[in-house]
């Protein structure tokens, strides 16, 4: 396996963590630099402080370790840039370009840019959303998504820029906190029913939306970038999902487990935006392209939850 040297920008948030672990075993400690724009308390392996929006400061890393490969994590997520949309805009979008103008010079070789389903909107066709299909996203999360869909495919097809994306659905998992997203219900409802055994949701009882468990999304991640260029025939972004569920079925496989576990309801203005998503997604594309399969369904990702907050 061609070893690449590799920075993880937004390395300290719900993905970055898991992927910055999961590189650095795949590659070794030393291929692997995180960033991001303030140290944790005990940050563990090659670390550098950047804001994303500061070219300059990027360019400095980039030459200083050698950087072929980005990742490119940094951003403001669903619910929280609906509180600062300007920002939020300004964060997603001159974020990707710095990035994909280092790409266009040759400074660097290869971009990871994740999109996510908030690229679709309520006119999208909700049951099986397919790869290409109606965009009208009404979130700013998913207005800068789609935007930046649109310029990762021009850099590809004006530039050659090798730069690869997944839109990714409501992301699961225990080892971090999750960052200001519309799906987080499902990361707090396991953490509470161990706390608690009861929850109250942000969403209503028949939400259904896609999901994955994040090892899957880091393995989905991963094979694409090291996929063979020519298996790449999607530079915009590929559709890949896990399962698609509602709180009541994800309450229903917790209390196999904990069996007085107890759900009740308070949506806020997050149930707008869920009403907006896919209830599940077709990613065939991804799955004949360049292999992806899922490995966890919902009870299967339950059990891993729970016995991992557990301890």
Known sequence: MKKEKILIIGSNGQIGLELAATLRQRYGQDQVVCSDIRALENQEGLFEQLDVLDKDRFYEIVKKHEISQVYLLAALLSATAEKNPKFAWDLNMNGLFNILDA???????????????????????????????????????????LAGERFCEYYHQKYGVDVRSIRYPGLIGWKSAPGGGTTDYAVHIYHEAIKNKTYNSFLSAGTTLPMMYMDDAIRATISLMEAAPESIKIRSSYNVTGMSFNPEEIAASIRKHIPDFTLGYAPDFRQAIADSWPQSIDDTEAREHWGWKPAFDLDAMTAVMLNNIKA
């Open 103 to 145: 790409a266009k010079e040759g400074i660097i070789k290869q971009v990871y840019w994740p999109s996510s389903i908030a690229v679709f909107g309520p006119s999208t066709p909700r049951v099986s959303t397919p790869q290409y299909t109606v965009m009208e996203p009404n979130t700013i999360y998913g207005i800068s998504k």
